[in-house]
T-cell receptor
Framework: DTGVSQDPRHKITKRGQNVTFRCDPI?????LYWYRQTLGQGPEFLTY????????KSRLLSDRFSAERPKGSFSTLEIQRTEQGDSAMYLC????????????FGNGTRLTVT | AQKITQTQPGMFVQEKEAVTLDCTYD???????LFWYKQPSSGEMIFLIY??????QNATEGRYSLNFQKARKSANLVISASQLGDSAMYFC???????????FGAGTRLFVKA
């Protein structure tokens, strides 16, 4: 179990630029999630994949956000035309199926939009 | 709609004493799971303990136990014999068994004093 890995750990970008984050889940897990966490708050759900299918997107995920999980392995989250309000920690998590399966989180990508 | 409420933004506890972190939840489903996660200052989210809505016994994992009161819709985390390393943010979370989305509360920051 190598854990969930996310890249990069930190990203500083200027307003209006596009950014892309990558997540490699635990290999046996077919469920993959993206969450966003701002300072002092709990993680907010953004989107969910079961294998390669994106089954739900939060209303928080505007049309500037897109996520993919080709071939049901790694996932990418892209933010186009970044805004200062996008500054946050973006967390990826994976889990197996099963009612008692917890989320296994990566260390996150901290995005700062200047 | 699902909702998690953690009413204690911050808690202090003396080392070696026990502490209870409160969590109440709202759901219309009868079958769901409750989770607690720890987030140290380093940022990684660590799964601590799980309680299923149909589990008759309160869950325990080492120094962590979950005081589950289904009628009151509460799932409080009890940490016994607090250690300095327990200082962290603690999040209560819930997932309905028919769904896949885990929602989180706003968290409680625990400070353990020497």
């Amino acid at each position: 179990d190598t854990g969930v890995s996310q890249d990069p750990r930190h990203k500083i970008t200027k307003r209006g630029q596009n950014v892309t984050f990558r997540c490699d889940p635990i290999s046996e897990h077919n469920r993959l999630y993206w969450y966003r966490q701002t300072l002092g708050q709990g993680p907010e759900f953004l989107t969910y994949f079961q294998n390669e299918a994106q089954l739900e997107k939060s209303r928080l995920l505007s049309d500037r956000f897109s996520a993919e999980r080709p071939k049901g392995s790694f996932s990418t989250l892209e933010i186009q035309r970044t805004e200062q309000g996008d500054s946050a920690m973006y967390l990826c998590a994976s889990s197996s199926q099963g009612r008692n399966s917890p989320l296994h989180f990566g260390n996150g990508t901290r995005l700062t939009v200047t | 709609a699902q909702k998690i409420t953690q009413t204690q933004p911050g808690m202090f506890v003396q080392e070696k004493e026990a502490v209870t972190l409160d969590c109440t939840y709202d759901t219309s489903d009868q079958s769901y799971g409750l989770f607690w996660y720890k987030q140290p200052s380093s940022g990684e989210m660590i799964f601590l303990i799980y309680q299923g809505s149909y589990d008759e016994q309160n869950a325990t994992e080492g120094r962590y136990s979950l005081n589950f009161q289904k009628a009151r819709k509460s799932a409080n985390l009890v940490i016994s014999a607090s250690q300095l390393g327990d200082s962290a943010m603690y999040f209560c979370a819930m997932r309905e068994d028919g769904g896949f989305k885990t929602i989180f509360g706003a968290g409680t920051r625990l400070f353990v004093k020497a």
